[in-house]
C-alpha cells in the first residue's frame, strides 16, 4: 500500500521569509503521480501542481517551487518570500497510475503553515 | 458552474439520525469521488464513480454508509444511523480521465461539515 508523510505538523514563518514543506512517499509501483493541494481556512483543497513519476524536472511557479527526488521518494514544495495569504494548511499526495487504484489520491497529514506580519 | 459544488456546507445531526450529503462535480465530468477528513487529518478515500457506476466502494466505513450517482451526474452520500465518529468533513472531487494525464487532475468542492452530537 501506499504511504505519504508529512512529517512537519506546523510551520511558522514570518512574512517574506521562504519556507520548505517536506513530503515523502512510498509505494511499489513505477508509475504514478504526485501532487500539492492548498487548503485555506473556507476548507476548499486548491490543486497546486501534479508531477508524474518520470519526470523529475524541478518546476517553478512564480514564488513555488517543487523538488522531486525520486532517489529519497520525496517531492517537497517551497514558497519564497512568503506572504500571509500563504497561510493554509497544504497537503501532499500520491496517485498510482494504473492497477484498481482508479485515480484514487492517497494523501499526506498535510503541514499548517503560518505566515505572520 | 464552475467548480464543484457541496451542500449543505454545515449540518448537525443528533445520534442515530440519517444524513445526506450532494455533490453537483464539473459539468462534463465523468469521474466523481468522495473523500472523509477528519479533524487536523489528511483527506481519506471513501468511494469513487466513473459515470453512474460505482466502481470502488472500499473506503466506505461501514454499511451504514452509501453513495449513489444514479443518472452520471450529481451524487449522493448517505449516511445511515450516524455516530460521533462520523464527525468530519466530507469532500467531493470531480476529474475528467482518460483523454490526456493533464485533465486527470481532481478538483474538489468546498466540503460538507457534518457534525453528530
Known amino acids: 500500500a501506499q504511504k505519504v508523510t508529512q512529517a512537519q505538523t506546523e510551520i511558522s514563518v514570518v512574512e517574506k521569509e521562504d519556507v520548505t514543506l517536506d513530503c515523502v512517499y512510498e509505494t511499489r509501483d513505477t508509475t504514478y503521480y504526485l501532487f500539492w493541494y492548498k487548503q485555506p481556512p473556507s476548507g476548499e483543497l486548491v490543486f497546486l501542481i501534479r508531477r508524474n513519476s518520470f519526470d523529475e524536472q524541478n518546476e517553478i511557479s512564480g514564488r513555488y517551487s517543487w523538488n522531486f527526488q525520486k532517489s529519497t521518494s520525496s517531492f517537497n514544495f517551497t514558497i519564497t518570500a512568503s506572504q500571509v495569504v500563504d497561510s493554509a494548511v497544504y497537503f501532499c499526495?500520491?496517485?498510482?497510475?494504473?492497477?484498481?487504484?482508479?485515480?484514487?489520491?492517497?494523501f499526506g497529514q498535510g503541514t499548517i503553515l503560518t505566515v505572520h506580519p | 458552474g464552475a467548480g464543484v459544488s457541496q451542500s449543505p456546507r454545515y449540518k448537525v445531526a443528533k445520534r442515530g439520525q440519517d444524513v445526506a450529503l450532494r455533490c453537483d462535480p464539473i459539468?462534463?465530468?465523468?469521474?466523481l469521488f468522495w473523500y472523509q477528513q477528519a479533524l487536523g487529518q489528511g483527506p481519506e478515500f471513501l468511494t469513487y464513480?466513473?459515470?453512474?457506476?460505482?466502481?470502488?466502494k472500499s473506503g466506505l466505513p461501514s454499511d451504514r454508509f452509501f453513495a449513489e450517482r444514479p443518472e452520471g451526474s450529481v451524487s449522493t452520500l448517505k449516511i445511515q444511523r450516524t455516530q460521533q465518529e462520523d464527525s468530519a468533513v466530507y469532500l467531493c472531487?470531480?476529474?475528467?480521465?482518460?483523454?490526456?494525464?493533464?485533465?486527470?487532475?481532481?478538483?474538489f468542492g468546498p466540503g460538507t461539515r457534518l457534525t453528530v452530537l
Open positions: 459539468s462534463g465530468h465523468v469521474s
Open positions: 499526495a500520491l496517485r498510482l497510475a494504473g492497477g484498481t487504484s482508479y485515480g484514487k489520491l492517497t
Open positions: 464513480f466513473q459515470n453512474e457506476a460505482q466502481l470502488d
Open positions: 472531487a470531480s476529474t475528467l480521465p482518460g483523454l490526456a494525464d493533464i485533465l486527470d487532475t481532481q478538483y
